[in-house]
């Protein structure tokens, strides 16, 4: 294993992901019935600012930490915040909750979590990490086969995400391949997907598959933090959502343009929303 997340907790492409993921979540709690949420790529759950990755890498200085004491922040950012603060109780920034737990932390008593991570170390942190949440449970398995294996859920509402690596170069065919499947299985769930923008190619391939299965309601919502021709590598990230337009739409056209602006790393920073149809 290669990927470790603690040297991009907190970062543009964290803050993109789990802004519209607490957004998302904030929507789908304000129906009743039970919500089951698989989080297939969870990572540990936790990360420690102050350590050795963080401090290293130093990119949640350009990501969260530009932002988090923002007093003009779009109100649809605030769940993203409220479960940043939650993991620093004494107020700063030391800390910064994986996805896992601030789903964990947000999830009500009739709702459940399954968050699965393939490598051991960071399943058994994670599972250390979730062991105070009765409704969430972790796996150590493959997140792609759990898409598979456990939708629909017996709960029939449901929010997927998905939060690969990419250190693979099938990632992204890997990725439609479960999507699909998964979809297949359950056309009314909500997913959400996270991707690096650095290969068109592999993210344009992505969208023609979205758009070939028949999904009606597919949308990717796009932070380049700088101007993507102007040099090779990684120029931002993206989320691609299928059935979560009805929230996301309006939560990220106040969140995208907002961090476009406040985490550019260079000139030609911008947001984008995109519908993948099939036409
Ligand atoms: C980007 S990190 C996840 C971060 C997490 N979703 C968050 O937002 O806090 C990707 C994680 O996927 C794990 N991983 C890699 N391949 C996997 C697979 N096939 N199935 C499940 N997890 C995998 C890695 O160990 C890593 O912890």
């Known amino acids: 294993m290669n990927y470790l997340h603690g040297f991009h907790a907190g970062n543009h492409a964290d ?5 519209g993921l607490m957004a998302l979540l904030a929507y789908l709690k304000t129906k009743e019935k039970p919500l089951f949420v698989l989080d297939s790529h969870g990572g540990r759950g936790g990360y420690d600012l102050s350590g050795d990755q963080s ?13 988090i004491e923002a007093s003009d922040a779009p109100a649809a950012l605030q769940p993203y915040f409220a479960a940043v603060r939650a993991d620093n109780p004494g107020g700063g920034l030391s800390r910064y909750p994986g996805s896992p737990l601030m789903i964990a932390r947000a999830l009500r008593p009739q709702d459940r979590l399954i968050a699965c991570d393939l490598h051991s170390d960071e399943a058994a ?6 062991r105070p949440y009765r409704k969430a449970r972790v796996e150590a398995r493959d997140g792609y086969g759990a898409v598979k294996a456990l939708l629909p859920p017996p709960e029939r509402r449901g929010l997927i ?3 690969p690596p990419f250190e693979k170069k099938t990632e992204f065919a890997d990725l439609a391949t479960a999507l699909r499947a998964g979809w297949k299985r359950f056309p009314a769930g909500v997913y959400l997907v996270w991707y690096p923008l650095k290969d068109r190619e592999a993210v344009s391939g992505l969208m023609r598959d979205i758009a070939e299965a028949g999904i009606a309601d597919a949308v990717t919502y796009e ?12 120029a931002g990230s993206g989320l ?8 996301l739409d309006p939560a990220m056209a106040a969140i995208g343009p907002f961090l476009a602006e406040r985490l550019a790393q260079g000139a030609g920073a911008f947001f984008k929303a995109t519908r993948i149809t099939g036409e």
């Open 15 to 19: 803050v993109l992901k789990h802004a």
């Open 55 to 67: 401090q290293r890498s130093g990119e949640y200085r350009h990501g969260i930490a530009r932002i």
């Open 125 to 130: 942190h994670l599972a250390d990490v979730l």
């Open 161 to 163: 995400l998905i939060d």
């Open 223 to 234: 932070l380049f933090v700088r101007d993507p021709d102007a040099a090779p590598g990684m």
């Open 240 to 247: 691609l959502a299928i059935n979560a337009s009805f929230a």
